[in-house]
């Protein structure tokens, strides 16, 4: 069964870097998203692309966030300047064309912000 | 926007026995409830989901039912078993909006053996 991947499993970085996510969606699904959870927290939902755009977000994804699907597979989530609030557990998820169709998660990326 | 309340935050039972969270929500164009599981370490899985087009939808061990009026939903596990142990979060989904999953916060399901 198709899943969807993620790179790096564990990111460790300091304080002000530039970090980037990577997420392998399904391949026949077109749209995706980026969630995080702190640790102990809930899932909470960070954005949604769809058609190589921006198709909703929410409060926490702020300019210090952005998204690119730079080509056909990868989906990518980039921190501009880290702070120590953004350590989490960041998950990608996609779904098939129908509105309503289940969100794959993928493994993570655990991101630990010194 | 919507807002999804998750009770309880935990629940012990012995296995064997039944388990019932319950989960409301806020926004009535919500229409798509997915129950995930979520080991420890691991991804969120789906586990059931229901449609604001039906009341009840069963799968083998687990249920959930939906009343839309009042805004709840609820996940019945019965017989359950030591590897249902996890934590479960129900979300909500308002199709019209986008397709965001509103998550709960979770409940930590322990069965003792």
């Known amino acids: 069964e198709p899943e969807v991947t993620q790179t790096p499993s564990h990111q460790v970085t300091q304080m002000g870097q530039e970090v980037i996510l990577r997420c392998v969606p399904i391949s026949n699904h077109l749209y995706f998203y980026w969630y995080r959870q702190i640790l102990g927290q809930k899932v909470e939902f960070l954005v949604s692309?769809?058609?190589?755009?921006?198709?909703?977000k929410s409060e926490i994804f702020d300019d210090q966030f952005s998204v690119e699907r730079p080509d056909g597979s990868n989906f990518t989530l980039k921190i501009r300047s880290t702070k120590l609030e953004d350590s989490a557990m960041y998950f990608c998820a996609s779904r098939g064309r129908r509105l309503l169709d289940t969100q794959y998660f993928g493994p993570g990326t655990r991101l630990t912000v010194l | 926007g919507e807002n999804v309340e998750q009770h309880p935050s935990t629940l012990s039972v012995q296995e064997g026995d039944s388990a019932v969270i319950k989960c409301t929500y806020s926004d009535s164009a919500s229409n798509y409830f997915p129950w995930y599981k979520q080991e420890l370490g691991k991804r969120p899985q789906l586990i059931i989901d229901?449609?604001?087009?039906?009341g009840e939808k069963k799968d083998q061990r687990i249920a959930v039912t939906l009343n839309k009026t009042a805004k709840h939903f609820s996940l019945h596990i019965t017989e359950t078993q030591p590897e249902d142990s996890a934590v479960y979060f129900c979300?909500?989904?308002?199709?019209?909006?986008?397709?965001?999953?509103?998550f709960g916060k979770g409940t930590t399901l322990s069965v003792s053996s």
């Open positions: 229901i449609r604001s087009n039906v």
């Open positions: 979300a909500a989904s308002d199709s019209q909006a986008g397709t965001a999953l509103i």
């Open positions: 692309f769809y058609n190589n755009e921006i198709s909703e």
